[in-house]
């Protein structure tokens, strides 16, 4: 897929993963939709306009199911077709399981899994009417082999790479394809909060020794987004941590 003037929507893009996806499709020509539940912050914006991108703002909380129809129907009344849709968004609620209330466990599912599906039904539907469409879901190494403190979050994320798996098979015959992204550690507000001690006991389970980019794992998308006989895959980018 030439990417140029294609639209992309890109869940949870104010920071992080998403905000550098977004620039990495917006350099690629592309009009990028951005969401988060309250605002984007103003130097992503810039960096777009630098870009010279075109681009909307949909607000929005992936897991409340009337925010997500209202940002259906903005994404609608701008753009004809969705070319591309990226699952990004996600939190974190990290305890033992011992001591996991069933709140902390719904919390994660409710924005992590029901989010991806209440953003993904709706727009699967229009992309199998014009029989074309990306949709790249973002998963993580933590849901292939699991975590301490994080059967929650790892639960959530398992559960979407089976979800990509499916939505590929159904939307093969229409020409669209669905994959995953399962990055690792990568430098970001989530890895900041880490205690040093545990950031070395991790790079010592990275053969390439480094924590990841964000642009490293945008480039994957960019990748995903353009080849079009890849679907039904998990790209694993964690610099060897999963051997």
């Known amino acids: 897929m030439n990417l140029k003037d294609k639209t992309v929507f890109i869940t949870g893009s104010s920071r992080g993963i998403g905000a550098a996806i977004a620039l990495a499709f917006a350099k690629e020509g592309s009009k990028v939709i951005l969401n988060a539940r309250k605002e984007i912050p103003q130097e992503l914006l810039e960096k777009l306009a630098d870009i010279g991108s075109d681009y909307q703002i949909v607000l929005g909380d992936v897991s409340e199911v009337n925010d997500?129809?209202?940002?259906?129907?903005?994404?609608?009344?701008?753009?004809?077709?969705?070319?591309?849709?990226?699952?990004?968004?996600?939190?974190?609620?990290?305890?033992?399981?011992?001591?996991?209330?069933?709140a902390d466990f719904r919390q994660v599912i409710e924005t992590n899994l029901m989010?991806?599906?209440?953003?993904?039904?709706?727009?699967?539907?229009?992309?199998?009417?014009?029989?074309?469409?990306?949709?790249?879901?973002?998963?993580?190494?933590?849901?292939?082999?699991?975590?301490?403190?994080?059967?929650?979050?790892?639960?959530?994320?398992?559960?979407?790479?089976?979800f990509?798996?499916?939505?590929?098979?159904?939307?093969?015959?229409?020409?669209?394809?669905?994959?995953?992204?399962?990055?690792?550690?990568?430098?970001?507000?989530?890895?900041?909060?880490?205690?040093?001690?545990?950031?070395?006991?991790?790079?010592?389970?990275?053969?390439?020794?480094?924590?990841?980019?964000?642009?490293e794992i945008a480039e994957t998308a960019i990748f995903l987004a353009q080849n079009e006989y890849i679907t039904g895959q998990v790209i694993t980018v964690d610099g060897g941590m999963t051997i």
């Open 68 to 102: 997500v129809k209202k940002m259906q129907e903005e994404i609608f009344a701008e753009n004809s077709q969705l070319d591309v849709l990226i699952n990004n968004a996600g939190i974190t609620n990290d305890k033992l399981l011992i001591g996991m209330k069933q």
């Open 164 to 215: 990509t798996k499916s939505i590929a098979r159904e939307g093969a015959l229409r020409h669209i394809r669905c994959n995953a992204i399962a990055p690792g550690m990568i430098v970001s507000d989530m890895t900041a909060v880490l205690d040093q001690k545990v950031k070395d006991q991790v790079l010592t389970e990275i053969p390439l020794g480094r924590f990841g980019e964000t642009s």
């Open 115 to 162: 989010g991806v599906f209440n953003i993904t039904q709706p727009l699967f539907k229009k992309m199998l009417r014009k029989r074309t469409g990306v949709i790249i879901n973002m998963a993580s190494v933590v849901g292939l082999h699991g975590n301490i403190g994080q059967a929650n979050y790892a639960a959530s994320k398992a559960a979407i790479i089976g």
